[in-house]
C-alpha cells in the first residue's frame, strides 16, 4: 500500500512510520518536515553549535532509518527525541575529552546534582532503574505545567529563557518554579529512600 503524498500537511506519524516500512526515502524527507526544528533543539541546547546539531540531525535521521524496521515506535515523535538526544549526548562526550564545550546539558545536570549525588556518584550509590522509577513517578505527582518545566530543562535541556519563551513567562518565574521542583524532588528522593 503506497501512501499519497500530501503536499501541503505533514503526514501523520503512522504514515511516516508506514514509509519507513516501504523503505521510501521521503519517509526521512517527512520526519525533517515534522521533526526537524525538535531534533536540532534537542541538538543544540546540548552542543551550543549549530554545524555538531546538524550533524547530530542527520545522524538522528539515518538511526531512525535504521531502526524501522524492524522496530514500529508506539510514540513517534518521543522515540525520534530519544534517538536524538542519545546523539548528541554521545557527541558532546567526544568533544568534551578534547576541549571544554559550554552546553545547557551541564548547566541543566548541574541543578539536579544536590539531589541525585552525595560524596558518590549517583551511578555509584543507586541503580539508574531504580533513580528512573522514582523520577517517574515523582513527575506523576506535578502538575502539568511542572511537568513541562521540568522536561524541557533536564531532559530536553532547554535554557530556562527558552522555557520562559515557550510558556509566555518570564526567566524568573521559571526559575522559581524550577527551585519549588527541585526542593519537591529532593524531599521525595529522601522520603523513597534514595540517598541525597
Request: with cysteine; charged share 30%; aromatic share 10%.
Amino acid at each position: 500500500m503506497q501512501i499519497a503524498m500530501e503536499t501541503c500537511a505533514s503526514l501523520s506519524d503512522d504514515e511516516i512510520i508506514e514509509l519507513y516500512f516501504q523503505r521510501s526515502e521521503s519517509a526521512i524527507d517527512e520526519t525533517d518536515k515534522k521533526y526537524g526544528e525538535l531534533v536540532f533543539r534537542i541538538a543544540y541546547n546540548i552542543l551550543n553549535d549549530k554545524s555538531d546539531s546538524e550533524e547530530c540531525q542527520n545522524d538522528t535521521y539515518l538511526d531512525v532509518w535504521k531502526a524501522i524496521p524492524p522496530t514500529r515506535p508506539r510514540v513517534f515523535g518521543a522515540f525520534i527525541a530519544k534517538i536524538a538526544r542519545r546523539i548528541s549526548i554521545d557527541l558532546y562526550r567526544h568533544k568534551a575529552r578534547k576541549r571544554s564545550v559550554p552546553s545547557e546539558l551541564v548547566s541543566s545536570i548541574d541543578e539536579l546534582e544536590f539531589c541525585l549525588t552525595d560524596e558518590k556518584n549517583v551511578l555509584e550509590s543507586i541503580e539508574v532503574k531504580e533513580l528512573a522509577r522514582a523520577l517517574n513517578t515523582f513527575l506523576k505527582t506535578l502538575s502539568q505545567k511542572q511537568q513541562y518545566i521540568f522536561i524541557s530543562r533536564f531532559y530536553f535541556s532547554y535554557s530556562v529563557e527558552q522555557i520562559a519563551r515557550e510558556m509566555g513567562s518570564t526567566p524568573s518565574s521559571v526559575y522559581k518554579a524550577l527551585e519549588k521542583i527541585k526542593r519537591a524532588l529532593g524531599e521525595y528522593l529522601k522520603k523513597e529512600g534514595v540517598d541525597v
